[in-house]
């Protein structure tokens, strides 16, 4: 069973900075896909960040030069560097994963995390 375990947000004023962590746990051969997500009241649920295992990143054009995704693969861990916060990245964040079982089949699956609020507010 993967398991993905969140961590990291919190309140914090207009200008500040946070950084997600998404620790990966299980039995699986590899991660192809590691993204963040958000989601904010009453809206839709958008990609902010996503890191593909050849290393190519993906980012949303509203945190472009002020969020960074990086990745640790001895720890399965992907992170979420996020600097310049504005009110409105208020957000649920959540991390998601697309893991292969065996190197025999295209097959992916798909994980998410459990969320963690980010507010910034002054």
């Known amino acids: 069973q993967v398991r993905l375990m969140e961590s990291g947000g919190g309140f914090v004023q207009p200008g500040g900075s946070l950084r997600l962590s998404c620790a990966v746990s299980g039995s699986f051969v590899s991660i192809n896909f590691m993204g963040w997500y958000r989601q904010a009241p009453g809206k839709e649920r958008d990609l902010v960040a996503s890191l593909i295992s050849g290393g190519s990143t993906n980012y949303a054009d509203s945190v472009k030069g002020r969020f960074t995704i990086s990745r640790d693969n001895d720890k399965n861990t992907v992170y979420l560097q996020m600097n310049s916060l504005k009110p409105e990245d208020t957000a649920v964040y959540y991390c998601?994963?697309?893991?292969?079982?065996?190197?025999?089949?295209?097959?992916?699956?798909?994980?998410w995390g459990q969320g963690t609020q980010v507010t910034v507010s002054s």
């Open positions: 998601k994963v697309n893991i292969k079982y065996t190197q025999l089949l295209p097959d992916t699956y798909e994980y």
